[in-house]
T-cell receptor, first 116, second 114 residues
Framework: GAVVSQHPSRVICKSGTSVKIECRSL??????MFWYRQFPKKSLMLMAT?????????EQGVEKDKFLINHASLTLSTLTVTSAHPEDSSFYIC????????????FGDGTRLSIL | DQQVKQNSPSLSVQEGRISILNCDYT??????FLWYKKYPAEGPTFLIS?????DKNEDGRFTVFLNKSAKHLSLHIVPSQPGDSAVYFC?????????????FGTGTQLKVEL
């Protein structure tokens, strides 16, 4: 089945640091990838849609200058949390799906970000 | 506006019995529905899906039923096993011009007891 790899799995860093999270589709090409955030005991909240070769599409209320997304190839998207603060601490998850209608999204294992 | 709803936050079932997880949606533009299983601190794992042209899809112990007129879908797990204990999310997708963007329900915590 389709595999999505996310790295790192956990990051702990000081306030003000920028953190980059990578999402790779290992056995398929993905023109579109998605970035989610999950708060404790809550559902997954879509942050943005990452489009290969073009700008990401951000959901309402998500700061695009805070959460920089780059989708430079058909198998890699990155999310950079810039100048992270404690309120950015969360569980970030990416997903991707093979091209075509009715293809399920497959998720990475997530990144636990903790800002001190 | 919660377009996908899972009204039961938790469900407890005995091992070997059937687990039935329910999901309701409001957007009639949704035409593809998925169920995911999630453990803490992990990404969701895809279980099974159904397109709006069908009313049932079966894969091993998992069966998804779709009632379009009621805007309702359900996931049946039979027989339930302790390893099935997890949070289950239903998700819906429609051609909104934004690619295969998913809308998730709030999840149901399933506990399968021995």
């Amino acid at each position: 089945g389709a595999v999505v790899s996310q790295h790192p799995s956990r990051v702990i860093c000081k306030s003000g640091t920028s953190v980059k999270i990578e999402c790779r589709s290992l056995d398929f090409q993905a023109t579109t990838m998605f970035w989610y955030r999950q708060f404790p005991k809550k559902s997954l909240m879509l942050m943005a849609t990452s489009n290969e070769g073009s700008k990401a599409t951000y959901e309402q209320g998500v700061e695009k200058d805070k959460f920089l997304i780059n989708h430079a190839s058909l198998t890699l998207s990155t999310l950079t949390v810039t100048s992270a603060h404690p309120e950015d601490s969360s569980f970030y998850i990416c997903s991707a799906s093979p091209t075509g209608r009715w293809q399920p999204q497959h998720f990475g294992d997530g990144t636990r970000l903790s800002i001190l | 506006d919660q377009q996908v709803k899972q009204n039961s936050p938790s469900l407890s079932v005995q091992e070997g019995r059937i687990s039935i997880l329910n999901c309701d949606y409001t957007n009639s533009m949704f035409d593809y529905f998925l169920w995911y299983k999630k453990y803490p601190a992990e990404g969701p794992t895809f279980l099974i899906s159904i397109s709006s042209i069908k009313d049932k899809n079966e894969d091993g112990r998992f069966t998804v039923f779709l009632n379009k007129s009621a805007k309702h879908l359900s996931l049946h797990i039979v027989p339930s096993q302790p390893g099935d204990s997890a949070v289950y999310f239903c998700a819906a997708n429609g051609l909104t011009g934004g690619g295969n963007k998913l809308t998730f329900g709030t999840g149901t915590q399933l506990k399968v007891e021995l």
